[in-house]
């Protein structure tokens, strides 16, 4: 893959989303959400792969599978009216068939494409396989951080401006209610990820994109999040109680662990 190769997916990704605009603004808001998102999400892999020293072919690869790791959510949005995978299909399968039907990565090698598609199926799991080659696994896990880092970005702007303006394709229309689960609160005590499915509340939102940290794979991942500083202001929106304060201590104790092993 070379820089040329990139120049040509962009520009075709930018015509591609160009065609889901319409004339209604609320509509539009949502498309440009995935848009700006998918491009913060390339920066951040920029800047983590400058951080690990990739080549610079290894650079423009991570750059692609940030480029489309989001691509079916326009086409999700777009006949579903949501962006939960629960309620239409899952959104990186769609994105992969939606490359394959446009022959996207046809000028690519087949082990390139091979790898792309294999990160971008990867990147929304909720774990993934260890029995792939190291090459293969180090973009899954770069794809992951770098989409965590800029989903703190999209929710902390959520939760700071939802009261003037609410956005429920964001926060999924769950009550903002000052209660939280116990199964949440249990996971970042216990040091593991939070189940979406235990999610009911806007707290447990909050609380869940806190538990991300343990999925967190590389140490220049915590410095470019805090750095952008996004993960400390979701915390700030949360409840004032003690049990939350305690599970908040926890993650914060990984990431200090993570980043001075790192």
């Known amino acids: 893959m070379n820089s040329q190769n990139l120049s040509d997916l962009k520009r075709w ?6 065609g889901f605009y319409t004339d209604d603004p609320l509509y539009n808001r949502a498309i440009e959400l995935k848009e700006v998102h998918t491009d913060r999400v390339c920066r951040n892999l ?4 400058g951080a690990l020293n990739l080549p610079h072919e290894k650079q423009l690869i991570a750059e692609t599978v940030g480029l489309f790791h989001d691509l079916g ?5 777009a006949e579903y009216g949501t962006f939960k995978d629960a309620d239409s299909e899952d959104h990186a399968d769609l994105g992969i068939r939606e490359l394959s039907i446009h022959r996207v990565l046809a000028e690519l090698e087949p082990a390139e494409r091979k790898t792309i598609v294999k990160a971008i199926h990867h990147h929304n799991r909720i774990a993934i396989p260890e029995d792939e080659p190291e090459g ?21 702007g959520h939760y700071r401006e939802r009261k003037s303006s609410r956005n429920s394709v964001v926060d999924h229309g769950v009550p903002d209610e000052p209660r939280w ?28 994109q806190v538990s991300w940290v343990y999925d967190i794979n590389f140490a220049p991942s915590f410095a470019i999040a805090e750095e952008q500083g996004n993960l400390d202001r979701i915390v700030s929106a949360l409840p004032d109680a003690e049990e939350i304060h305690a599970a908040v201590r926890s993650a914060r104790e990984h990431i200090a662990a993570s980043r001075r092993e790192g």
Request: overall charge positive; proline content about 0%.
């Open 136 to 156: 293969d696994l180090l973009l899954m896990r770069m794809i992951r951080d770098a989409d965590k880092i800029d989903i703190w970005r999209v929710f902390a």
């Open 13 to 18: 990704f930018t015509a591609y989303v160009k």
């Open 73 to 77: 959510r326009f086409r999700q949005f």
């Open 46 to 49: 920029l800047q983590l792969a």
């Open 181 to 208: 689960s116990s199964a949440i609160i249990q996971a970042l005590k216990a040091g593991r990820m939070a189940d979406l499915r235990n999610a009911e509340t806007l707290t447990d939102m909050k609380l869940l």
